[in-house]
């Protein structure tokens, strides 16, 4: 196949595709992680797109790029910088360039490289490898563009469907380089076509001419690549997205809970995909309702689990504001309600499609009164499965509703997953009124050990109680106004979150001597993971504490903090869980690191951030 051209044997490699919004660089990405995953690899992607719903062609404004970062071992984040970079127009090259490595191959569709293409670039001569500072030598300039005309001249599709076929022929050359198997994106095209089988025959035979014009001239690069495949533990894997394991880990909570799932939400971006896939589910007991706003997407779950069902609702961060009066209700009626942030960059619309930590606080405290809520902060696209479970399980056992705060990041992004046999996972055991509380069942009678209240569903015979957002009565359930008994139910809601119990937090890395702790939370797990390693190869002792259970804290969380000497917290917002740990942990005051640029952190800034902590000042 590569007969006279070096094969490279890394051990990981960064791909990037980009073009305009409408050329399919999602596609072509999911496709080269999903074969990726497929043949053994580790993966992670990150999709980076704007949201404009479409901007103008060529534009500067409108580039869309999909980052694949495959790997023999573990891939924790997209990559810093990419090996192989993909720019289907001029715009692309000059927007996306400076995510490449000074050594990457750079593979263009020279016909989208016009005069009036590099004028809307902003290039200022037709010089264009020049102006960027690019050796000519690393470009593979195909005419992309050309030869897929030729390519479909006699598939019978009009101008505008062939020219969306581009992106397949640029995979075609990527796969070539990285010797994945054609089959397999023959299979993935296929099963995404399965309704337009002329569609998808004519994307494969794009992708093929793709495949051998690469193989044919080498493609004027100086070597290919060979990732090792496999995975450290045997099973069936799949390329999976944040919001797709989201969704997957409701249906597998409301299978081990025996109750029927049902999800009422209003789209937003990032967080409508989970509900598209569970609305594909209804053979599998999932209902879903779209409703006309937020606070009717949130009361209708309530609704739901006023009547015995696994309620869920989803949204974003401007949608958490919208249904804090209705998570309200929920926290005074002590029903069980999971809760999905998907945080997007803000404040109000602010940055639709790019991820931020922003949103941390307004779940804890943005609601009026003193109404505790657990929170759960998955730590990457697979973990979102598991989270997702766990806050099912912790919401139908501990009677309360609670967060599941994910991001865009993690949400639109996907890595290899084990499909895990359910059977092993812990069964979720709903706390329903016992049989013996028929005929006096008091609708806030606890459990002495939880502290949960039982939960009743109407039309039980004996069990006849009123719910509402008024104060009731601790021993009758009627409403009151009395200030003792105020006091009371206060303080008994906080008590119940505050027993859930959690796992400890997990110190990785150098835990017994480490000179710097690196803490965060959430999906900026991978970043911080790989920063750590890269200082302890520097010969730097460093070690990581990352949170996945933000309430109630791991009972350790003052304990690890406290042992180390420096300490730094480094998240995607102006420092929101520094603060909330200085208010939890007497006298803990912490380094900061804060970014808020919509974008997942450079591995490299955070290890000359983290760096320059641990080097004594001179003063």
């Not at 404004?61 to 810093?80: F, K, N, R």
């Not at 099973?235 to 799932?261: P, Q």
């Not at 989970?274 to 779209?290: C, N, P, V, Y």
Request: charged share 20%; hydrophobic share 40%; with cysteine.
């Amino acid at each position: 196949m590569t007969e006279g051209l070096e094969i490279k044997e890394p051990e990981q490699v960064v791909v990037r595709f980009s073009g305009d919004s409408g050329d399919g660089m999602q596609l072509a990405g999911t496709i080269f992680s999903t074969v990726s995953a497929i043949e053994g690899n580790d993966i992670s992607t990150f999709p980076d797109y704007p949201a404009d719903i479409r901007a103008p062609q060529g534009s500067l404004t409108g580039v869309s790029g999909y980052q694949v970062h495959i790997s023999e071992d573990e891939a924790l984040t997209p990559g810093d910088l990419c090996d192989v970079l993909v720019a289907m127009n001029a715009a692309a090259l000059k927007t996306q360039y400076k995510y490449a490595k000074p050594q990457a191959t750079i593979i263009i569709d020279v016909d989208d490289f016009g005069p009036n293409d590099l004028r809307k670039a902003e290039f200022k001569t037709d010089d264009y490898l020049g102006e960027l500072g690019i050796d000519p030598d690393r470009v593979v300039e195909c005419p992309i563009t050309g030869f897929v005309k030729e390519v479909l001249k006699d598939s019978g599709m009009d101008n505008k469907s062939v020219l969306k076929c581009r992106n397949m022929f640029a995979l075609g050359i990527v796969c070539w380089l990285f010797g994945r198997k054609r089959q397999l994106v023959a299979d993935f095209l296929r099963k995404k076509f399965a309704r337009k089988p002329k569609l998808a025959e004519a994307n494969i035979k794009v992708v093929n001419a793709g495949y051998d014009y690469g193989a044919n001239t080498h493609a004027s690069v100086p070597a290919t690549y060979r990732i090792e495949s496999h995975h450290k533990k045997p099973g069936r894997y799949i390329d999976i997205t944040g919001n797709k394991a989201t969704a997957y880990g409701l249906l597998a909570a409301a299978e081990r809970s025996r109750l029927k799932l049902f999800l009422g939400s209003y789209p937003i971006t990032p967080a409508t995909d989970i509900l598209i896939e569970l609305s594909k589910h209804r053979s599998m007991g999932a209902i879903t309702m779209q409703c006309e706003d937020e606070l009717s997407a949130c009361a209708s779950a309530i609704g739901a689990a006023f009547g015995g069902a696994l309620a869920v609702t989803s949204t974003s961060g401007p949608g958490i504001c919208l249904k804090s009066e209705a998570m309200n209700l929920a926290v005074m009626d002590e029903l069980p309600l999971v809760v999905i942030d998907v945080q997007r960059g803000g404040p109000s619309t602010g940055l639709p499609t790019k991820g931020e930590q922003t949103d941390l606080l307004q779940v804890l405290f943005g609601r009026n009164g003193e109404s505790p809520m657990p929170v759960i902060a998955p730590t990457g696209p697979t973990d979102c499965f598991y989270s997702t479970y766990m806050a099912c399980k912790l919401a139908v056992e501990h009677m309360t509703p609670i967060v599941v705060l994910s991001d865009a990041y993690i949400a639109n992004g996907s890595a290899a997953w084990r499909l895990p046999n359910i059977a092993e996972w812990p069964d979720i055991e709903p706390h329903l009124a016992p049989e013996a509380q028929k005929g006096h069942y008091n609708p806030y009678g606890r459990d002495p050990e939880t502290g949960a209240r039982y939960w009743a569903v109407p039309g039980q015979e004996g069990f006849m109680h009123i719910l509402g957002g008024l104060e009731k009565d601790n021993a009758t359930g009627s409403i009151s106004n009395n200030p003792e008994n105020h006091q009371l139910m206060t303080r008994l809601r906080a008590e119940k979150v505050a027993r859930i119990p959690v796992p400890d937090v997990r110190v990785i890395g150098d835990s017994e001597d480490a000179e710097l702790l690196i803490v965060g939370f959430g999906g900026t797990y991978g970043h911080l993971c790989t920063a750590m390693r890269e200082l302890r190869g520097r010969g730097h002792r460093v070690a990581l504490a990352h949170f996945k259970f933000i309430n109630p804290l791991p009972a350790n969380t003052a304990e690890v903090l406290r042992r180390y000497p420096r300490v730094v917290v480094a998240e995607q917002n102006m420092g929101q869980f520094a603060g909330y740990l200085r208010m939890k942990i007497d006298g803990f005051v912490p380094l900061q690191y804060n970014e808020v640029k919509g974008k997942p952190f450079v591995v490299s800034e955070l290890v000359a951030a983290f760096e320059s902590m641990m080097t004594p000042h001179v003063v």
